[in-house]
């Protein structure tokens, strides 16, 4: 079965940066829209940017300016860029996308992957 699988999380101290990205570990018939979310402790998930198969993006208004969200649609990867990184983007970060295995199309999520800002 596809899965989608998210890599780059760790510890940086705040004003660093890291990329994540997040790509299937098979083959999809076809991909469309894709996104990461996160999940901080005790809150509810938010959006975090979202990038459409031609490249069109919206971003949460807390990472503006600073998050960059990309794809590679001939590697079927997404990326998403966190530049000067604060103690409030600490979270689990979640990658999701719009997929079509063959049998429709299907809302899929990562396992997430810990990404944590200290001061």
């Known amino acids: 079965q596809v899965q989608l699988v998210e890599s780059g999380g760790g510890l940086v101290q705040a004003g660093g940066s890291l990329i994540l990205s997040c790509a299937p570990s098979g083959s999809p018939f076809s991909i469309s829209g894709m996104g990461w979310y996160r999940q901080a402790p005790g809150k509810q998930r938010e959006l975090v940017a979202r990038?459409?198969?031609?490249?069109?993006?919206n971003y949460a208004d807390s990472v503006k300016g600073r998050f960059t969200i990309s794809r590679d649609n001939a590697k079927n990867t997404v990326y998403l860029q966190m530049n000067s990184l604060k103690p409030e983007d600490t979270a689990v970060y979640y990658c999701n996308a719009m997929m079509n295995v063959g049998r429709g199309w299907t809302d899929y999520w990562g396992q997430g992957t810990q990404v944590t800002v200290s001061s």
């Open positions: 990038i459409t198969y031609g490249g069109s993006t």
